[in-house]
């Protein structure tokens, strides 16, 4: 069983900045695909960006120049920093933990872009 917190989301204005943070319980999580999420009410949840054990990094399209994820593992945690932020980018983030078979969540956070 993996937990994983996230932390970091809050009110912004458009334009500006926030880094969000999701700490992993257990002594794998080098080993751990960490994820990052968005879900909008209604919506699907979908992937913002994603980075494997070997720091590949993979971004929507819509995160791509803006956000930044990044991974710590000595800390167990794995970061989006997110920059030049939009209305649009309302949503609750979730973080995820994939290994092998193995799919874990976090509760979400949320993250408001509005003037």
């Known amino acids: 069983q993996v937990q994983l917190v996230e932390s970091g989301g809050g009110l912004v204005q458009p334009g500006g900045s926030l880094r969000l943070s999701c700490a992993a319980s257990g002594s794998i999580f080098s080993r751990y695909t960490m994820g990052w999420y968005r879900q909008v009410p209604g919506q699907q949840r979908e992937l913002v960006a994603d980075?494997?054990?070997?720091?590949?990094?993979w971004y929507a399209a819509f995160a791509k120049g803006r956000f930044t994820i990044s991974r710590d593992n000595a800390k167990n945690t794995v970061y989006l920093q997110m920059n030049s932020l939009k209305p649009d980018d309302t949503a609750v983030y979730y973080c995820?933990?994939?290994?092998?078979?193995?799919?874990?969540w976090g509760q979400g956070t949320q993250v408001t872009v509005s003037s």
């Open positions: 995820r933990s994939v290994l092998g078979g193995d799919v874990y």
């Open positions: 980075i494997s054990s070997i720091d590949n990094t």
